[in-house]
């Protein structure tokens, strides 16, 4: 079984850059589609993007299109969201999850606990 560890949240300024990362533990992350999702306060939990297990494809919300890049290191079993031009809707926990159903039918199965990101105007 896989587990999952989000790491990389904080508290900055609208217009600011940050880098979630997403490290595997248990059992090789390479097989998984990998998947970033957050929760705005008060609010449900939101697809943000995707990463299938070669890290050839990639989808992402159109709320975060062009300005989040989802990206993989299958050697450090590590998935990483770099976000830029961070907005304070951006606000929110964000969570790693990983579905052993290879895309277009990701099954998230697997999560990890969240890092909290505050983004302040």
């Known amino acids: 079984q896989v587990q999952l560890v989000e790491s990389g949240g904080g508290l900055l300024q609208a217009g600011g850059s940050l ?7 248990g059992r090789t992350f390479s097989r998984y589609g990998t998947g ?3 929760q705005p306060p008060g609010k449900e939990r939101e697809f943000v993007a995707a990463i299938s297990w070669s890290g050839s494809n990639t989808a992402y919300a ?15 079993n590590t998935v990483y969201l770099q976000m830029n031009s961070l907005k304070p ?13 290879p895309e277009p039918n ?3 199965s697997i999560w990890g606990r969240g890092t909290q990101v505050t983004v302040s105007s």
């Open 19 to 25: 880098r979630l990362s997403c490290a595997a533990s």
């Open 36 to 38: 970033w999702f957050r």
């Open 62 to 76: 159109d709320s975060v299109k062009g300005r989040f890049t989802i990206s993989k290191d299958n050697a450090k």
């Open 89 to 101: 809707e951006d606000t929110a926990v964000y969570y790693c999850a990983a579905s052993l159903v």
């Open 106 to 108: 990701y099954v998230w």
